[in-house]
């Protein structure tokens, strides 16, 4: 059973830097695309970016494009999002998602219920 729990949340200054962590604790969870999304209370959730479970391919909204990356590394069970130039609006409760895919199945993009949701990290950012 793969549990993701999320770290590297925080307060933050406008134009800093954090590191999201999404760590499972099982090696299945290498089967899994993974992809971050994040909600603002009394907003819906909203898709940030996705990785393969292969890490060959990516996706990002758009506006995150150029400041966010996401990564994995399979030896440690997680997966990353690497937050550049963070602006006000990027506050929000970031939450981590899997889902599992076939070996053959090397898309990033997650569909729109992910199987597996991790409990949130707060990310803070102020002027």
């Known amino acids: 059973q793969v549990q993701l729990v999320e770290s590297g949340g925080g307060l933050v200054q406008a134009g800093n830097s954090l590191r999201l962590s999404c760590g499972a604790s099982t090696r299945t969870f290498r089967s899994y695309a993974v992809g971050w999304f994040r909600q603002v209370p009394g907003q819906e959730r909203e898709f940030v970016a996705s990785i393969s479970w292969s890490g060959g391919s990516t996706e990002y909204a758009d506006f995150v494009k150029g400041r966010f990356t996401i990564s994995r590394d399979s030896a440690d069970n997680t997966v990353y999002l690497q937050m550049n130039s963070l602006k006000p609006e990027d506050t929000a409760i970031y939450y981590c998602?899997?889902?599992?895919?076939?070996?053959?199945?090397?898309?990033?993009?997650?569909?729109?219920?992910?199987?597996?949701w991790g409990q949130g990290t707060q990310v803070t950012v102020f002027l």
């Open positions: 998602a899997a889902t599992l895919r076939d070996p053959f199945d090397t898309r990033a993009t997650l569909p729109s219920r992910p199987e597996k």
